[in-house]
């Protein structure tokens, strides 16, 4: 499927203990009316009453829409949260299998499009959380298998597994410390979904060279340093979370960027200022 550079992280819409659903929902749909076509969501993005907070402010948005089959789902199982501040692993099979069962039901599809573990349980052996997610493709729960915040091997240790769709990582302008990860997808082929693409941005390099540079175009910020991020690889797709739609909006702008290399080498020097600041 054909998804675009910029998806929806719907996390920052069930988290919060203050939030607005039906805002929420129609920020989804003019997320989805202006062009995103990737969303992604997990069972830990939930409230600390709701089961699956997050996948059923998805499930919500996207009854009725005529773009609805041409909107890839993304979730994630083996995460989860057990109280306000708490959100443990558990990457058992016998999880992975329940979790899948628990948003196949809250997204209210008979095959969920995309289905990352979400991370890596240290205490479950990282061959039999993969296995599970094969067992659930296989089994037609699943169309795509997608791995989150795994480093090199673990990558490599999948894909002996089953085919993987997505590497779904930290990736930044101010943190790029998972150049490899990003690297070998790129050579694989494989889909790198960055989360918190803006994360740590805000410091010195948004702030400051960042929006000067969005001045010259005529842009914000936000879309400058998400500029970069693409042009990093043609596998990287951002994850943008989103709360307003003015917001959304903004970010589905960036890839018509046309950010030049020297200003894509003066943010990466300004990066690395940041970094080296105590």
Request: charged share 25%; hydrophobic share 40%.
């Amino acid at each position: 499927m054909a998804v675009g550079a910029v998806a929806f992280g719907a996390a920052s819409l069930s988290l919060p203990d203050e939030r607005d659903d039906e805002a929420a929902v129609q920020t989804i749909r003019a997320a989805v009316d202006a062009g995103v076509r990737l969303i992604d969501t997990a069972l830990a993005y939930t409230t600390v009453q709701d089961e699956s907070h997050s996948e059923a402010l998805v499930r919500k948005a996207l009854q009725g829409s005529a773009l609805r089959e041409e909107v890839l789902v993304a979730t994630k199982g083996g995460h989860f949260r057990a109280g306000p501040a708490s959100f443990p692993f558990d990457g058992r099979p016998e999880t992975l299998h329940r979790h899948c069962e628990i948003s196949l039901r809250t997204l209210g599809v008979e095959r969920i499009d995309l289905y990352h573990l979400h991370h890596p349980d240290p205490q479950v052996p990282f061959a039999e959380s993969v296995g599970a997610l094969r067992e659930l493709r296989d089994a037609g729960k699943i169309a795509r298998v997608g791995i989150s915040n795994v480093d090199v091997d673990q990558l490599e240790a999948a894909r002996a597994i089953v085919d993987i769709a997505s590497v779904q990582n930290h990736f930044s302008l101010y943190d790029d410390t998972d150049r490899p990860v990003l690297d070998r997808c790129t050579a694989l082929g494989i889909a790198y979904l960055a989360y918190s693409p803006l994360k740590g941005s805000k410091k010195d390099v948004l702030a400051g060279v960042a929006t000067e540079i969005g001045r010259r175009h005529g842009v914000s910020a936000a879309q400058v340093v998400l500029r970069w991020n693409l042009r990093q690889s043609d596998r990287l797709i951002c994850i943008v979370g989103a709360t307003r739609q003015r917001t959304i909006l903004d970010s589905l702008r960036a890839p018509q960027l046309a950010l030049t290399d020297d200003e894509a080498a003066e943010l990466t020097a300004g990066a690395r200022m940041s970094r080296s600041d105590p």
